[in-house]
């Protein structure tokens, strides 16, 4: 039997109570067929057989074939008095109401099998299942997709610029959307964990989705209307003008670039020419101090020279005598070592 359901329900779940009609057993003849202390007979087409055979003379020769016995159904008996109540079907149509439960997720075309609410077998036979098909209603403004939802939201291209935050409807009902700054027409914003869940497995959700459709005024009926229109595209002119100065400002900025360079270029070599005037200038500055040193040198030997021929004179007469005069020379060599070690 087909089923319709309503989307909400569908994908949260819930139990549907609906009136069912199918064949059950009597309860009198418990499915017998047969009034109750009647008696069976033999059936008089197959002879109790159950099966009858036909003959038939073709070109061939004659062909022969076996089918079950139409008067007694195969059953080589036939009920001599029928049950008042089944008329001799063994089974009688009733009408119940039975509770479906309808898991989360499902969808348009799903099977839910409702085990032993079939059709009663024939003869007191155990009975079927019973199969319903879903047919899910659509939810207005809201396609399924699997498992997403995809829906359209639209704002205006002010809204879309500066950014802002719209209701929706979602299948929990209204919530908050975040329009961020500097979105554009057909952009997917996304709301996580709001779609439907997988079937069988409840935990598992999927998303909700919208695609931004910006909207634009297109008919006028009143004066402020119109006044607020040319305000507008006032403002977006001079949004258009300053857009465009900003992008001269970056070319003529990328342009000159090349230039700078080529300016730093040339100034390398004056700046190779006066660290090569530095270094000359600190080389003649070092030669001058050698040649200072040279002179404070030989001023210095000259002295040391000076010095040791005065300590000889002072004790040139004490070479004169032996070993007096042996300490003498020892006493002007300690002398000088002494002076050079405190002068240099």
């Not at 549907?16 to 008696?39: D, N, P, Y």
């Not at 019973?130 to 399924?144: A, F, K, T």
């Not at 070993?323 to 050079?340: E, I, Q, Y």
Request: glycine share 12%; aromatic share 4%.
């Amino acid at each position: 039997m087909t089923l319709h359901w309503d989307s909400l329900k569908s994908i949260f779940g819930a139990e549907k109570e609906f009136e069912l009609s199918h064949l059950e057993t009597c309860e009198v003849c418990t499915g017998t067929g047969a009034k109750i202390g009647s008696k069976m007979r033999i059936c008089a087409t197959c002879g109790g057989r159950g099966q009858v055979m036909r003959t038939e003379q073709t070109p061939f020769g004659l062909f022969s074939q076996v089918s079950v016995c139409p008067n007694c159904g195969g059953e080589g008996e036939v009920i001599s008095e029928y049950c008042r109540k089944c008329s001799g079907g063994g089974r009688i149509r009733i009408k119940k109401n039975i509770k479906v439960k309808i898991p989360p997720g499902v969808s348009t075309g799903s099977i839910l099998r409702v085990a032993g609410e079939g059709d009663a077998g024939p003869r007191g036979g155990p009975p079927g299942d019973l199969y319903v098909y879903l047919d899910v209603e659509e939810i207005p403004g809201i396609q399924r997709d699997g498992i997403d939802l995809c829906s359209t939201v639209s704002v205006s291209y002010i809204d879309a610029i500066l950014g802002t935050v719209v209701k929706v409807k979602t299948v929990e009902g209204i919530t908050d959307l975040q329009i961020p700054p500097g979105t554009q027409p057909g952009d997917v914003l996304v709301l996580a964990k709001k779609g439907a869940p997988k079937l069988n497995k409840p935990s598992i959700r999927g998303d909700h989705l919208f695609t931004v459709k910006s909207c634009y005024t297109k008919s006028y009926k009143n004066n402020e209307v119109i006044l607020s229109f040319a305000k507008e595209r006032e403002l977006l002119e001079e949004l258009s003008d300053l857009s465009k100065t900003t992008s001269n400002r970056v070319t003529n900025s990328a342009r000159t670039q090349p230039a700078t360079t080529k300016s730093s270029e040339e100034s390398q070599p004056s700046t190779v020419a006066e660290k090569n005037e530095e270094s000359e200038g600190q080389n003649d500055l070092w030669k001058s101090l050698k040649d200072l040193a040279g002179k404070q040198a030989a001023n210095l030997g000259h002295r040391i020279g000076a010095c040791v021929a005065h300590a000889l004179k002072q004790n040139l007469c004490h070479l004169q005598h032996g070993k007096a005069g042996c300490h003498g020379l020892w006493s002007v060599a300690n002398g000088a070592m002494k002076w050079l070690k405190d002068n240099l």
